[in-house]
Nanobody, 123 residues
């Protein structure tokens, strides 16, 4: 599976962005999909994930109620809708694919990673 993230950019605080991650591979629908982020000088952290079935979604506490993860298996794409953005959301965002579908919160479960897309939120 190859992943290509896009949609990052510069936005003012309170604004919105939608990240997309397009995947190649015929088994896309069997993978759990996640978004992680890494801010300057910080470790990469979990943001959101969606089970392969689409029936369960998971979020880190700081984005609950503001971010929404979704997937379109027909388009081999996972999305991250980000609303009410804050300066602390500034980071490089990575999408990833996890065949195990275990916790979906642990980056070490993930088998494939996209290249990252930069989100900058100005105050």
């Amino acid at each position: 599976v190859q992943l290509q993230a896009s949609g990052g950019g510069l936005v003012q605080a309170g604004g919105s962005l939608r990240l997309s991650c397009a995947a190649s591979g015929r088994t896309f629908s069997r993978y759990g999909l996640g978004w992680f982020r890494q801010a300057p000088g910080k470790v990469r952290e979990f943001v959101a994930a969606i089970h392969w079935s689409g029936g369960s979604t998971y979020y880190t506490d700081s984005v609950k109620g503001r971010f929404t993860i979704s997937r379109d298996n027909a388009k081999n794409t996972v999305y991250l809708q980000m609303n009410s953005l804050k300066p602390e959301d500034t980071a490089v965002y990575y999408c990833a694919a996890d065949y195990t579908n275990l916790t979906l919160r642990d980056q070490y479960e993930y088998n494939y990673w996209g290249q990252g897309t930069l989100v900058t939120v100005s105050s």
